[in-house]
């Protein structure tokens, strides 16, 4: 068998150990929004945990790079990882960490050959119900004009967008606010299709499915209804061959 490279090996090895930091820093971006008003021994943790998760999966780039045959050719398929590694860097702010962590598990997770397009779908559409939601609580909560101010109004809110529904009950007020709206509206749509189409192509797969199984009879009774007037064919003949002799 031929060996694998080492960093396909690497990948295969810290796949789970990264999914489950990512988990982990699910837990501390939204423990200080959710527990408000947060104690500032309990920010600066959480704060601290979301820091080690980021820099476990820069690390997890660096050593691919380090791995990878052709380096030039790695960076260039795995740009975006590249920018979800530096842009943390670039603006100290809790929604840089989140929006590139994501990123970075999203690249990760397409790598899982058992993980299916639709438990894929299923979970980036929690994912980012969820993050959305604490996202824009977390900038709307403290806005004089807001009307995002409880967990609640900001899960129904995220729900609305990502299902374009939008009923306008509830919406931003605050610059950045309106940016995670933005993005909540494209992942919605892009979400959507792929429920789509993955349904389609469930449909179509099992359309061809049932074809290949009715050709495959047809087949198999043409075949017996053959071998059916051979035999006829053959009984005839022996009941014929005494009548001549």
């Known amino acids: 068998m031929k060996e694998q490279p080492a960093q396909v090996r690497w990948e295969r090895r810290t796949q789970r150990p990264l999914l489950a930091l990512a988990?982990?820093?699910?837990?501390?971006?939204?423990?200080?929004?959710?527990?408000?008003?947060?104690?500032?021994?309990?920010t600066d943790a959480c704060a601290a945990?979301?820091?080690?998760?980021?820099g476990a999966f820069a690390v997890d780039y660096l050593v691919r790079l380090f791995l990878a045959e052709?380096?030039?050719?790695?960076?260039?398929?795995?740009?975006?990882?590249?920018?979800a590694v530096v842009l943390p860097l670039l603006q100290p702010l809790r929604l840089l960490r989140l929006v590139s962590t994501l990123l970075l598990v999203q690249r990760r997770a397409r790598m899982?050959?058992?993980?299916?397009?639709?438990?894929?779908?299923?979970?980036?559409?929690?994912?980012l119900l969820m993050f959305g939601s604490l996202a824009v609580l977390s900038v709307e909560r403290e806005s004089a004009d807001g009307n995002i101010r409880t967990l609640g109004d900001a899960v129904w809110w995220s729900f609305t967008t990502m299902t374009t529904v939008g009923y306008g009950d509830h919406a931003p007020t605050t610059g950045l606010g309106?940016?995670?709206?933005?993005?909540?509206?494209?992942?919605?749509?892009?979400?959507?299709?792929?429920?789509?189409?993955?349904i389609a192509a469930w449909f179509i797969a099992r359309f061809e499915k049932d074809d290949v199984e009715e050709r495959r009879q047809t087949e198999a009774i043409?075949?017996?209804?053959?071998?059916v007037r051979a035999l006829r064919a053959e009984v005839t003949a022996l009941r014929e061959r005494p009548l001549r002799s």
Do not use: K
């Not at 995670?180 to 189409?197: C, D, E, R």
């Not at 043409?222 to 071998?227: A, C, G, V």
């Open 23 to 42: 988990v982990l820093f699910a837990l501390a971006y939204a423990v200080p929004i959710v527990v408000s008003p947060a104690s500032r021994s309990l």
């Open 112 to 127: 899982a050959s058992q993980i299916r397009l639709t438990t894929y779908v299923a979970g980036a559409v929690v994912g």
């Open 178 to 198: 309106r940016v995670i709206a933005v993005g909540l509206m494209l992942s919605g749509i892009a979400l959507l299709g792929v429920v789509t189409a993955n």
């Open 70 to 83: 052709d380096r030039r050719r790695f960076v260039r398929r795995h740009w975006l990882d590249l920018c």
């Open 222 to 227: 043409r075949l017996l209804t053959d071998e």
């Open 49 to 54: 945990v979301e820091w080690v998760v980021w």
